[in-house]
């Protein structure tokens, strides 16, 4: 069941810090697009946690692109940690940046949520640095892509950036603590309450991490980058009110069930392992996302592509991405753990997780990884929150000790007042 192993066996000889693929040559039609033509080899920059799904993608492309030459650069990973490593890593992340603003640098890029190139991606987008894809994405065509969450890389009508994956925050619930009833709530706060008073816990023991997310629930973005304005609303203060609260349980006593989740990051995995446990004990857990204020819910974007804006491989990057986008792409592997933006591998990617590559329980996955497709299908706004998370995780953190959420919130906005102009 798993792809894994035959795209790891793709992609040897595509992975390192540069790598040749192939014969270089400009795709014949090229002349004829309006976009320059390629000269030497096109380069792919890929954040490093991406990499065990997208190195070996780019080696299957390869093999059937020949005429396509990929080299490979990985873009490290850098946490808060004062370690020489973490110097080098930054180091590295900030010369690939200075690279770019002057035009030059990879062609392609796979980034995620972590990554520290371009952390406000939207910013970038609004200030030239990536190409308007529009006229290279005919690949796309017949694609059965969540339209809502591509156009969260769209800015007046341009395509800056193309989602790849996204996650979807919400609770975790045993049916038998539901039975017919469904929540009313239009807001995140006004949810998160509600959800606990019907099933009678205090308190969920990973609502802390909401700080990780907390702008990311909302449909609506706290910057406006065409107004240039800054905007905390009253259900955004009062969600980071309850997300700077402690936990009221500790790892022993705290209940396995109701609790927060975060379906499509790269720890929700414990919340497939979960499924899979139900399947055995004859559990329902069902999966309730976050009202988004907008009549539905809101989809992350943690895992996307973009294009320099004077790359000579627009052409032969638009099928690149498009391939990515396939049904076998998107649905092919564990190393991937975003929620597919593709439509037809949600449903086969989580059947895959659910069962973690066994036989066993196939049936019962296949309904799961259904039902959950049809949750997304709720989604009605999808955004690049990580910027405005990041900004908020700050705050959050660092509770209420030392001033109000308001008036930190207040002071973050005078901080970033310049932020536009920049």
Excluded at 58 to 68: D, Q
Excluded at 167 to 176: E, Q, Y
Excluded at 370 to 395: D, G, H, M, P, W
């Amino acid at each position: 069941m798993k792809k894994t192993s035959a795209l790891i066996l793709a992609g040897l000889l595509c992975i390192g810090s540069f790598t040749a693929c192939a014969s270089s040559a400009p795709a014949p039609e090229q002349a004829d697009t309006g976009v320059p033509k390629s000269k030497g080899k096109m380069v792919v920059a890929i954040s490093e946690e991406q990499k065990e799904f997208f190195g070996p993608a780019v080696g299957k492309y390869c093999k059937l692109h020949p005429e396509t030459e990929i080299e490979i650069e990985i873009i490290p990973f850098i946490d808060n940690q004062p370690t020489e490593k973490m110097e080098k890593n930054r180091k590295t992340a900030d010369d690939m940046q200075v690279q770019v603003l002057a035009g030059k640098g990879p062609d392609v890029f796979i980034l995620d949520k972590e990554n520290r190139v371009f952390p406000d991606m939207i910013k970038s987008s609004y200030n030239g640095v990536f190409l308007d894809l529009n006229p290279v994405m005919d690949g796309f065509n017949g694609l059965p892509l969540n339209q809502t969450v591509l156009k969260a890389g769209e800015m007046d009508g341009k395509q800056y950036f193309v989602p790849l994956g996204y996650s979807l925050a919400g609770i975790a619930v045993a049916d038998d603590m539901l039975g017919d009833w469904k929540p009313s709530s239009a807001q995140p706060d006004e949810f998160l309450k509600e959800v606990a008073s019907h099933t009678k816990v205090e308190n969920f023991y990973s609502k802390s991490f909401l700080k990780y997310y907390t702008s990311g629930l909302f449909g609506t973005p706290i910057l406006d980058y065409e107004e240039k304005s800054i905007t905390f609303s009253k259900e955004l203060q009062d969600l980071a009110k309850l997300a700077a609260e402690g936990p009221q349980y500790t790892l022993e006593d705290a209940p396995e069930l109701p609790d927060v989740v975060n379906l499509g990051d790269s720890t929700s995995s414990g919340f497939e392992w979960m499924i899979q446990q139900s399947f055995a004990s004859g559990t329902d857990i069902k999966f309730l996302p976050f009202p988004n204020g907008a009549g539905g819910a809101n989809a992350q974007v943690n895992v996307f592509a973009a294009v320099r804006a004077n790359s000579a491989y627009a052409a032969q990057a638009g099928e690149f991405l498009a391939f990515l986008l396939s049904d076998e792409m998107q649905s092919g592997s564990d190393a991937f753990h975003a929620i597919p933006v593709n439509n037809n591998a949600v449903v086969p990617a989580y059947q895959d997780r659910f069962t973690f590559g066994s036989e066993e329980y196939e049936k019962e996955a296949a309904k799961k990884a259904e039902e959950l497709f049809q949750i997304t299908q709720q989604v009605t706004t999808a955004r690049f929150c990580q910027y405005e998370n990041s900004l908020l995780y700050k705050i959050v953190s660092m509770g209420t000790e030392n001033g109000s959420i308001e008036e930190k919130l207040e002071d973050l906005k005078n901080e970033l007042r310049f932020y536009f102009d920049e």
